[in-house]
C-alpha cells in the first residue's frame, strides 16, 4: 500500500499563491516521477507538471512561469509552489507518483494518486 496525501489547497484571490505539498508513504522502494495534474469541472484531467527523482521537470504551458515544481527525494514529498493565480487556475489538483513499490516479498511498478485538493481562486 502506497500512500499520497495532499495538503495546501485553499481559496485565493486572483494574483494570489498557493503552495501544494504531497506526501508519499508507505511500502515504497524507490519512486521515479511526481507531478501534479488537475481537474476542473466537465473536463479532461490534465498535466500541470512533473519532476524526476534527477530533478528534470516538465511543465505545462499554461502554467509555466507562474507554478514551479520542486521535491524532497529524501521526504519522497513534492511540491507545487503557484504564483499569479487566476481564475481558470480553479480545479481539483492531483498527485501523483510512478514508482517501484513492494507487496510482501514481491516488488511491481505502479502508478500511485492522491486523494485531491481544491485550489479554488477567486475573481
Known amino acids: 500500500q502506497v500512500q499520497l496525501v495532499e495538503s495546501g489547497g485553499g481559496l485565493v484571490q486572483a494574483g494570489g499563491s498557493l503552495r501544494l505539498s504531497c506526501a508519499a508513504s508507505?511500502?515504497?522502494?524507490?519512486?521515479?516521477?511526481m507531478g501534479w495534474y488537475r481537474q476542473a469541472p466537465g473536463k479532461q484531467r490534465e498535466l500541470v507538471a512533473d519532476?524526476?527523482?534527477?530533478?528534470?521537470?516538465n511543465t505545462a504551458d499554461s502554467v509555466k512561469g507562474r507554478f514551479t515544481i520542486s521535491r524532497d527525494n529524501a521526504k519522497n514529498t513534492v511540491y507545487l509552489q503557484m504564483n499569479s493565480l487566476k481564475p481558470d487556475d480553479t480545479a481539483v489538483y492531483y498527485c501523483?507518483?510512478?514508482?517501484?513499490?513492494?507487496?510482501?516479498?514481491?516488488?511491481?511498478?505502479?502508478?500511485?494518486w492522491g486523494q485531491g485538493t481544491q485550489v479554488t481562486v477567486s475573481s
Open positions: 508507505g511500502n515504497i522502494l524507490r519512486i521515479n516521477t
Open positions: 519532476i524526476t527523482n534527477g530533478g528534470t521537470t
Open positions: 501523483n507518483a510512478d514508482g517501484t513499490y513492494f507487496r510482501g516479498i514481491y516488488a511491481y511498478t505502479g502508478s500511485s
